[in-house]
């Protein structure tokens, strides 16, 4: 613990970001995103409402998708944090990505971010099996531009890939 020019005491905290150790000093009430986008430069996550309404801030904290807006950083002390700059390899996009990309499913984008470390989190959890399911299951993040049809298109195209293959998630190669 630390004090910060104001006389308030930050708290220091480890954690694996983005598959790298990261030590940090954080204010008890800095959320995850804002430390995420003012004090990391990880702007991928969105700030959309800033209280758990939208999903455009969805993280995958330990595995499991989180709005990082409602999430303290002090919280993820020890965790493994993974945001949309994480997911894909040096030389791959992760296949939601690639995914989202064939099915056209954003216009603007703002959502996109949000929307693929939800559905990343959403194949993980292993519940969704039906398209009806996965509507019902994303139906925390919010596409202000209505892309609802392809996003779901691009989810279900990965879910019945993953399901056929039960093995790790296949990276698809990027081409120009
Ligand atoms: Fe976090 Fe909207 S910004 S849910
Ligand atoms: Fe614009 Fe979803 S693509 S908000």
Redesign the pocket.
């Given at each position: 613990m630390s004090a910060t020019p104001q006389g308030y005491a930050s708290h220091s905290i480890h954690l694996t970001l983005n598959h790298q150790p990261r030590q940090l000093d954080v204010l008890p009430w800095t959320t995850l995103?804002d430390l995420l986008r003012e004090q990391l430069d990880l702007v991928g996550s969105k700030?959309?409402?800033?209280?758990?309404?939208?999903?455009?801030?969805t993280v995958l904290l330990n595995g499991k998708r989180v709005?990082?807006?409602?999430t303290l950083a002090v919280m993820c002390d020890g965790a493994d944090l993974v945001t949309i700059e994480g997911l894909a390899s040096e030389e791959a996009l992760h296949p939601l990505q690639a995914a989202f990309i064939k099915h056209d499913a954003f216009q603007c984008g703002y959502c996109t971010p949000g929307q693929i470390c939800s559905a990343v989190g959403l194949i993980a959890e292993g519940r969704a099996g039906t398209p009806a399911e996965v509507q019902e299951m994303m139906s925390g993040n919010l596409c202000r531009c209505g892309a609802y049809g392809n996003i779901r298109a691009a989810i279900e195209e990965v879910l019945q890939n993953d399901s056929a293959t039960q093995a790790e998630p296949q990276f698809v190669e990027v081409r120009a």
């Open positions: 995103l700030k959309g409402c800033d209280h758990g309404q939208c999903g455009a801030c709005n990082a807006c409602l």
